[in-house]
């Protein structure tokens, strides 16, 4: 389970961004961050993988308290936290296969282990077929592929993607929706800041809408609700 109690973010140049929010997020949930440019989605979202700490207030994240969580510390927690970008952050000179085992090699996980779940990831994202290309051989949407194949290699039980549909055309953000929805099946937390108003009233899930650093909404199966 996530679990923001009373979270502020000001920022070091004095911007509030984060004003105050309290959420829970169960485990094996579907969550949509919307609201207008600004609003804090993405702060929000940095802070539950400690890409930025909490001015104020506590983070759990299944019993681990993110506030206090030392820096140390830091890169266990990314392993049990998937995380998806809108521009990939794939490593430019690693093939696809390279850049999924990449964040198995880093925890000195068995090369059978490695070869064997790196293919499974793969495949769930289809894209087998391209193991030894480099990623500026591959399309927007297959490199967003293989930044979501790397974000689960480690069976993380959360997911969290910042607009990962940004730079990707309708149909392209259709086939990551769908990885996703079906990411989210076998169990995991996924929690995705979007501006994509077709898929949010889509596909209904639970949506949360952040306005000035506050939540404006937060329904089940909710609506995008912003014409942009
Ligand atoms: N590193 C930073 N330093 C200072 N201010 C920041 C920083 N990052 C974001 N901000 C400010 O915090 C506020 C919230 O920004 P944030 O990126 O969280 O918005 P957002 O909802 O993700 O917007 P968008 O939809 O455009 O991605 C904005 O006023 C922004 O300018
Ligand atoms: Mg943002």
Do not use: C
């Amino acid at each position: 389970m996530i679990e923001l109690k009373d979270v502020y973010k000001t920022y070091p140049n004095g911007v509030l961004a984060v004003n105050g929010i309290s959420v829970k997020i169960n485990q094996g949930e579907f969550v949509y961050v919307v609201g207008p440019s600004g609003a804090g989605k993405s702060t929000f979202i940095k802070m539950m993988y400690r890409e930025e700490k909490p001015s104020k207030g506590t983070i759990t994240i299944n019993d681990i308290n993110l506030a206090k969580l030392k820096e140390s510390k830091v890169p266990y927690l990314r392993r049990n936290i998937g995380v998806v970008f809108q521009d990939f952050k794939l490593l430019p000179t690693l093939t696809v296969y390279e850049n999924v085992a990449f964040a198995l090699e880093v925890i000195q996980e068995q090369p059978k282990n490695i070869k064997r779940r790196v293919m499974d990831v793969l495949d769930l994202v289809r894209l087998k077929h391209k193991a030894r290309f480099l990623p500026h051989e591959l399309s927007g949407g297959e490199q967003q592929r293989v930044s979501i194949a790397r974000s689960i290699v480690n069976n993380p039980k959360v997911m969290i993607a910042d607009e990962p549909t940004g730079n990707l055309d309708p149909e392209t953000s259709w086939e990551i929706m769908n990885i996703f929805e079906e990411i989210n099946n076998r169990g995991t937390t996924i929690v995705m800041a979007t501006h994509n108003r077709e898929i949010v009233n889509t596909v209904r899930k639970r949506v949360i809408a952040i306005e000035n650093g506050k939540i404006a909404r937060d329904e089940l199966r909710g609506e995008y609700g912003y014409d942009s």
